[in-house]
């Protein structure tokens, strides 16, 4: 089945860390660069970074520049967000998505996960 599938989103203390993970599943996405979106509630949906398919090109939204860091695993299937420092502020769902460059990671999407920063 072709999908992406997030995990590792959860309640955390401001100051705290998590990291999320994507998998993605199937032949559809490989060779496609990579990206994490989020949604906060009552927010538009924002752009959070995106990666190459090799891992060798990141780009980030100037907002998350120092604090969360992409990275692509082996297998390049797999993708996951270290975020540091975690504020009230990014509470959101965070999405997994996959396209044909860093700059067009919208073609395809996860279901979501949860990330909840108390204070």
């Known amino acids: 089945q072709e999908q992406l599938v997030e995990s590792g989103g959860g309640l955390v203390q401001a100051g705290g860390s998590l990291r999320l993970s994507c998998v993605a599943s199937?032949?559809?996405?490989?060779?496609?660069?990579m990206g994490w979106f989020r949604q906060a509630p009552g927010k538009e949906r924002e752009f959070v970074a995106s990666?190459?398919?090799?891992?060798?090109?990141?780009y980030y939204a100037d907002s998350f520049k120092g604090r969360f860091t992409i990275s692509r695993g082996n297998p390049k299937n797999t993708m996951y967000l270290q975020m540091n420092n975690l504020k009230p502020e990014d509470t959101a769902v965070y999405y997994c998505?996959?396209?044909?460059?860093?700059?067009?990671?919208?073609?395809?999407w996860g279901q979501g996960t949860q990330v909840t920063v108390s204070s």
């Open positions: 998505t996959a396209g044909p460059s860093i700059v067009l990671v919208e073609d395809h």
């Open positions: 199937g032949h559809t996405f490989s060779n496609l660069a």
């Open positions: 990666i190459t398919w090799s891992g060798g090109g990141t």
